[in-house]
């Protein structure tokens, strides 16, 4: 079992920058990814980026040259820097790691960026 917690979210006006956490329950080496993604209203839950376990990352062209995904293996979290935030960012943003063929998912964290 995985239980991942997000922190990090608040309100930033635009040009601003946030970096979140997604602080995981277990050795972050034995989950394969761990994904962000976000939620906005009435919109499709959309994937941000990914990190692996060997460290490789991808992140979604909609934030290309804006946030990185990196990872701290010591405290097993793994964090989204978000820069250059622009109004269509605001969502809630939510950590996903799959383990032992489940899904799990943290709360979310609220991103709100004023125009």
């Known amino acids: 079992q995985v239980q991942l917690v997000e922190s990090g979210g608040g309100l930033v006006q635009a040009g601003g920058s946030l970096r979140l956490s997604c602080a995981a329950s277990?050795?972050?080496?034995?989950?394969?990814?761990i994904d962000w993604y976000r939620q906005a209203p009435g919109k499709q839950r959309e994937l941000v980026a990914v990190i692996t376990s060997r460290g490789t990352s991808n992140v979604a062209d909609s934030v290309k040259g804006r946030f990185t995904i990196s990872r701290d293996n010591a405290k097993n979290t793994v964090y989204l820097q978000m820069n250059s935030l622009n109004p269509e960012d605001t969502a809630v943003y939510l950590c996903?790691?799959?383990?032992?063929?489940?899904?799990?998912w943290g709360q979310g964290t609220q991103v709100t960026v004023s125009s």
């Open positions: 996903h790691a799959g383990f032992s063929g489940t899904d799990y």
């Open positions: 277990r050795n972050i080496f034995s989950i394969n990814a």
